[in-house]
């Protein structure tokens, strides 16, 4: 919670020009880091606690090495995207960056992890 709300702050007051901060990446990949192991902690948590893996956590996991190469690209063509329409507001720009990162992975990933699976299975016949 530290690092999210101190990097989600600071990030916005960088990017809005009102104060530089230098070691802002470096705060970010404290954010990250933790990010990442609050994940991990809670899905060991999950896995613990059910006798059977919810399919929604197996569809992630699954696809967590595509979601890992490919949200870095979504962000990338997100902003490109806000750029040429003139969006400049941080605020607007993080609800609709957020918003599609969301559909993207809770929706279009496991998706397609499905597809392929059913491509492979088929193909075996």
Do not use: Q
């Amino acid at each position: 919670g530290f690092f999210a709300a101190s990097n989600l702050t600071l990030s916005y007051l960088t990017s809005s020009g009102r104060i530089y901060i230098g070691w802002l990446e470096t705060l970010h990949f404290a954010y990250s880091v933790s990010a990442v192991l609050a994940f991990f902690t809670a899905f060991a948590w999950v896995a613990d606690k059910c006798a059977d893996t919810p399919k929604a956590v197996k569809a992630l996991d699954s696809s967590s090495y595509m979601l890992y190469l490919s949200h870095v690209l979504v962000l990338f063509i997100v902003r490109r995207h806000l750029d040429r329409f003139g969006v400049n507001d941080i605020g607007v720009r993080l609800l609709v960056s957020t918003a599609l990162m969301a559909v993207f992975v809770l929706v279009s990933v496991p998706v397609w992890e499905a597809l392929k699976k059913a491509i492979k299975s088929k193909a075996r016949i």
